[in-house]
DNA sequence: CAGTGGTCTAGACCACGAA
DNA sequence: TCGTGGTCTAGACCACTGG
């Protein structure tokens, strides 16, 4: 979590934690599977356990992948940079300014496109007092998003999802009609209580939903986020 | 999970349960710590374990929870029936058809109340199949997802979220604008396999959102889901 | 105070799959 | 082939807490 150990990095064998930590085989295997359901190592027999190369974000967080998900379905993903903008003078929001604790922000925004329309508007803020590379990375061609979970590992997060009408910007940047019903995603993703990202995504209420499968225990079977009405 | 045992019906100890099925304690162990996180049963020291009087309904999914909802944040619940028809001659969509394997249904409509305002419309098709105590329940004082919450065991659901625009008569129920943005989710149920209940329900754009806080390994530490606007 | 669950240990056998 | 993880056993000590 640290990013002490890059992705990639080969962790000590169970008999080897036994020794470092003074107990049990069963309590390491114990602890090392619950890193392998929070996504953050992989195990292989014979291999090792090794630390996650890309953040496997879970199943519900795993909207930002805009590119798998619009080509899954046989679609061409096109993406477009609409802004970009350093703030070190903090002009945000007395909420945003407390998540980012003060420190300078990287703003963004963003378009993605599924056969040419637009299906998701994004505005981002990363902290740049989190993430260093974020200011040197190359956001022209590349969503932040993708980025941030091949770089930045991630302890907690919280979504919030709603409707509202399009007005005029949104809907200008969306190609849809003024009063067009938009689904919104709002996430923040934080590192150890330390505030990494914070980012607002609009739909096309017509052109998408999410969707998931799960048991009563909340876990996720599948995913089944879904783009409608593709010409 | 069949219902053969009742909410509150003791299970046999650990002891008991490696001597019924040959295994050691801690296989057991291990099995009913998984039972208590799918909130199937519940555990007490000195006391036992017993089957959960309530689904605790996962965080995800405790959006049928309407009176919570509402009433913990101060604001007045009502509950209103708007229409029951039991449907033994399927007329319905092939896909719903499908769902509940051809059997009767009961269709209800329903719409929830904070304050005297309406905040959610909710159209539900219930299993008389695999329901059977469903067509006597009393549903016109008490909502349909309550009882079922209380009554039938699931193994699996599946939901869909989506933003639409209010036609006429989602307006005219929820009193809101023709046009206006709604957040539409939409949730099938199954017990092993057999569908129990699918639910479309319908909220004002400007008043409900849904929200969670989720670890990286998708589970939810807690449920934010918010009702705004409120006067 | 004693029955119950929570959790650890030490050891074992096996399946897998990379070397 | 054999190092590695997956999973089980048998036993132990302890923390609760209800009777």
């Known amino acids: 979590m640290?990013?002490?150990?890059?992705?990639?990095?080969?962790?000590?064998?169970?008999?080897?934690?036994?020794?470092?930590?003074?107990?049990?085989?069963?309590?390491v295997n114990k602890v090392?599977?619950?890193?392998?359901?929070?996504?953050?190592?992989?195990?292989?027999?014979?291999?090792g356990t090794f630390v996650s190369r890309q953040q496997t974000d879970s199943a519900i967080l795993q909207i930002p992948n805009m590119r798998e998900e619009v080509t899954s379905r046989g679609?061409?993903?096109?993406?477009?940079?609409?802004?970009?903008t350093v703030r070190t003078h903090v002009e945000l929001e007395a909420e945003t300014f407390e998540f980012f604790q003060g420190g300078p922000v990287l703003e963004l925004e963003c378009l993605h496109y599924a056969d040419d329309r637009p299906f998701s508007y994004e505005r981002r803020l990363i902290?740049?007092?989190?993430?260093?590379?974020a200011e040197e990375a190359d956001f022209s061609h590349f969503p932040p998003g993708t980025w941030l979970m091949e770089h930045v590992p991630w302890s907690e997060a919280s979504h919030r999802i709603g409707a509202l009408n399009a007005d005029a910007e949104i809907a200008r940047v969306l190609q849809v009609a003024v009063g067009e019903a938009c689904l919104l995603v709002e996430r923040r993703t934080w590192r150890l209580r330390e505030g990494i990202t914070q980012v607002s995504q609009f739909f096309p209420?017509?052109?998408?939903?999410?969707?998931?499968?799960?048991?009563?225990d909340g876990q996720i079977r599948t995913r089944t986020n879904a783009l409608k009405n593709l010409h």
Request: proline content about 4%.
């Open 127 to 133: 902290s740049l007092a989190a993430v260093h590379h």
């Open 75 to 84: 679609a061409r993903y096109r993406y477009r940079l609409l802004a970009r």
């Open 32 to 47: 090392m599977s619950g890193l392998v359901t929070a996504g953050l190592i992989e195990r292989r027999r014979r291999a």
């Open 2 to 27: 640290s990013g002490e150990w890059q992705p990639g990095h080969r962790l000590p064998n169970e008999h080897e934690l036994m020794a470092q930590y003074s107990c049990a085989r069963m309590t």
């Open 205 to 216: 209420g017509d052109l998408y939903t999410l969707g998931a499968r799960f048991a009563p």
